[in-house]
Every structure is written in structure tokens, then in C-alpha cells.
């Protein structure tokens, strides 16, 4: 199974700041990484797939990058909107796996 | 436009079974595969079993093999887990949640869209 690491835990940024979110995978997962958002009560939203394309309606804020094992989501400039829980996800293997998550909170 | 919505989640006693369905809409089912994704009170995502658009090849995370079964019907256009000896690490919110891309596009893919969820709680 793979592992995937996601740092940190908890992110503090205020509004109009950038986050920067890691997610490491205990083994290569090519390009097929995934990062979700979730706020509470809500169901995950996807953001980011082939671990650098922006899902439909997601704004040009979010980017994210890597590949093998090492990814990064960058939030440009925080909304309000944004504070949120995003997970990370492979789908290179079975079982799919995701990240414990980084909450991003104001 | 798609929809996933999910159905059968309750309270059901320890060593019980039960059976969540996720109905869907919008799209052409049978060219996608499909999961299911549970999440625990105030914990993470974890992927619990997949199928491919075809229903011929399943997968399921150790914790559950042996004891769920994912299934599909692809003149109904519905997803179905058979869960049974539950106990109370499946106490959980469980979500439907559709491959990205059809089967004729990509051989892996990540989940998108989700359906909203049905709770299930094991307990005596």
C-alpha cells in the first residue's frame, strides 16, 4: 500500500496570503495524484488532478506541481473561501489512498 | 447534470449487514468506473472498494475484503455495497464517488464528482 504524507497538519494563513501544502508518497505515483477540498458538513470537491490540471471551475489561485513522489498545492493569495481541509490522493495503484490532510485555517 | 445519491445508511448493530445503493444520473454510467469513499466521525478520506465500468474487476481495501461487496447495474445505472460482519471502524459516512474520466479515456483515474453521502453507524 502506498503511504501518502501530508505537511503540515495545520496551516495558519490570513487572507490574501499564499499556503503552500506538501503531499509525499512512500513510492513513485507518477503523475496520478489528486487534491481535494472539503469544508465542514460538505462533501470533498476536487480541485487538482494529474497532479498539475485545475479541476472545472476552480480558480487560477490554485496550482499544483510535482511528480514521483513529492507534490505541492499552492493557494495564491487565500480567500475566504478557501479555508478548508484539502486531501491528497493517488490513483497510480491499489488501494487508492489518500493523505490524512492539511487543514488551512485563518 | 451528474448525480450520485446515495441511500441506505441507519444504524445497524454490531455483526449485522447492510446494503447502501448509490443511484446516478447524467452521464453514461456504464463507461465508468465507481467507488466508494467513507469517511469516520471527524476523520479523514479513506477508499474502501472500486469496480470497473464493466463490473469485472473489483478491488477492496484489507479492512473490508472478505466482508463488503461492491457490485453494479448497468441497466439501473446504480452502485451497490454489500457490507456485512460490520463493526464499529465502519462507523462512517460513505460516499459514491465516480472515476474522472471514462474507461475508453484513461486506465486510472482520480474521483470527481462525489455524491453526498449516507451515514452509517454501528452500534449496539
Known amino acids: 500500500e502506498i503511504v501518502m504524507t501530508q505537511s503540515p497538519a495545520t496551516l495558519s494563513v490570513s487572507p490574501g496570503e499564499r499556503a503552500t501544502l506538501s503531499c509525499r508518497a512512500s513510492?513513485?505515483?507518477?503523475?496520478?495524484l489528486a487534491w481535494y477540498q472539503q469544508k465542514p458538513g460538505q462533501t470533498p470537491r476536487l480541485v487538482i488532478y494529474?497532479?498539475?490540471t485545475r479541476a472545472t471551475g476552480i480558480p487560477a489561485r490554485f496550482s499544483g506541481s510535482g511528480s514521483g513522489t513529492d507534490f505541492t498545492l499552492t493557494i495564491t493569495s487565500l480567500q475566504s473561501e478557501d479555508f478548508a481541509i484539502y486531501y491528497c490522493?493517488?490513483?497510480?495503484?491499489?488501494?487508492?489512498?489518500f493523505g490524512q490532510g492539511t487543514k488551512v485555517e485563518i | 447534470q451528474v448525480q450520485l445519491v446515495e441511500s441506505g445508511g441507519g444504524v445497524v448493530q454490531p455483526g449485522r449487514s447492510l446494503r447502501l445503493s448509490c443511484s446516478t444520473s447524467?452521464?453514461?454510467?456504464?463507461?465508468?468506473?465507481i467507488h466508494w469513499v467513507r469517511q469516520a466521525p471527524g476523520k479523514g478520506l479513506e477508499w474502501v472498494a472500486g469496480?470497473?465500468?464493466?463490473?469485472?474487476?473489483?478491488y477492496y481495501v484489507d479492512s473490508v475484503n472478505g466482508r463488503f461487496s461492491i457490485s453494479r447495474d448497468n441497466s439501473k445505472n446504480t452502485l451497490s455495497l454489500q457490507m456485512d460482519s460490520l463493526g464499529g471502524d465502519d462507523t462512517a459516512v460513505y460516499y459514491c464517488?465516480?472515476?474522472?474520466?471514462?474507461?475508453?479515456?484513461?486506465?486510472?483515474?482520480?474521483?470527481?464528482?462525489w455524491g453526498q453521502g449516507t451515514l452509517v453507524t454501528v452500534s449496539s
Open positions: 447524467g452521464f453514461s454510467f456504464s463507461s465508468y468506473a
Open positions: 469496480v470497473s465500468h464493466d463490473g469485472n474487476k473489483k
Open positions: 490522493q493517488q490513483y497510480n495503484n491499489w488501494p487508492r489512498t
Open positions: 464517488a465516480r472515476a474522472g474520466c471514462s474507461a475508453g479515456s484513461c486506465s486510472r483515474a482520480w474521483f470527481d464528482p
Open positions: 513510492q513513485s505515483v507518477s503523475s496520478n
Open positions: 494529474g497532479a498539475s
